[in-house]
């Protein structure tokens, strides 16, 4: 799952870092990832770990897993794009 950004403070004219912005103050437009849209990224990943159908059990050396792309749009809404099961070995 996932969603690119990069994060990282921007340092002073003396290039120590000091005085930098917290990583979350240089968002670019339409990129939010504060404590509200994690909490609604959570809840609708429950949601689809809940109703996602699964047609088989997988075998017992093995555990389905769900891959999930999502973005934020320009109007800082949140988008689940897809959703594909992996089955891992353990």
């Given at each position: ?28 437009p339409g990129?939010r990832h ?32 769900l891959d ?23």
């Amino acid at each position: 799952m996932g969603s690119s950004g990069s994060r990282g403070g921007a340092s002073d004219s003396s290039g120590t870092g000091a005085g930098a912005d917290p990583p979350d103050a240089r968002k670019r437009p339409g990129q939010r990832h504060d404590d509200d849209h994690l909490r609604e990224l959570g809840a609708l990943l429950w949601q689809i770990r809940e109703l996602f159908p699964i047609d088989e059990i997988p075998p017992p050396d093995s555990a389905l897993l769900l891959d999930a792309e999502w973005k934020l749009r320009p109007d800082d809404t949140l988008l689940i794009e897809q959703v594909r099961p992996y089955l891992r070995r353990e």
